[in-house]
């Protein structure tokens, strides 16, 4: 499992990289042809609409799955250590259906629209709405490899406050 989740998010965090970098490169090439020579790119805003939803759902992915997302802990660290347990698996556990339902939800979406196409593009706006079920199916695999799904593996986060060790 552990080796499988190292390569699924390498490819997640350079797709997504590489999603950016086109973003970026479709955006300035679209103002200067635009600006400069009067020509303008009609695609290039789809384009790069379609390219930041990719960006924005593998990076978050990548991130739930590195363990690297934003917590704001203040309420639960006042709790005492067995509160902040039950805290840390009800959160685990809720943010476990959040992601079904972001799997789910999206996969349904994108089927939905893959009969639509994109107005400037002779594609399916489905490739839009697939990076919604696959950025949330990235974050499930991180979560069931960092996840806090049992009373002991809540020791790594809950009890490191205690002993001085979490940053």
């Known amino acids: 499992m552990a080796r499988l989740h190292d390569v699924l998010t390498t490819v997640c965090r350079g797709a997504a990289a590489l999603c950016a970098l086109a973003m970026i490169a479709i955006v300035a090439a679209s103002i200067v042809l635009r600006e400069v020579f009067s020509i303008p790119l009609v695609w290039a805003n789809e384009i790069s609409i ?8 593998l990076g978050a992915g990548v991130a739930f799955s590195d363990n690297a997302h934003i917590r704001f802990g203040m309420l639960v660290d006042a709790l005492p250590l067995r509160e902040r347990r039950i805290a840390a698996l009800v959160t685990s556990y809720v943010g476990l259906v959040l992601l079904a339902g972001l ?13 639509q196409t994109l107005t400037t593009v002779a594609t399916t706006a489905a490739w839009q709405w697939t990076a919604v079920p696959v950025g949330a199916l990235m974050a499930t695999i991180g979560w069931a490899r960092h996840g806090h799904w049992t009373w002991g593996s809540t020791r790594r986060i809950v009890d490191a406050k205690d002993t001085g060790l979490a940053g």
């Open 50 to 57: 379609v390219l930041f939803v990719w960006t924005v759902f």
């Open 103 to 115: 799997v789910a939800t999206g996969a349904y979406v994108a089927w939905i629209y893959r009969n």
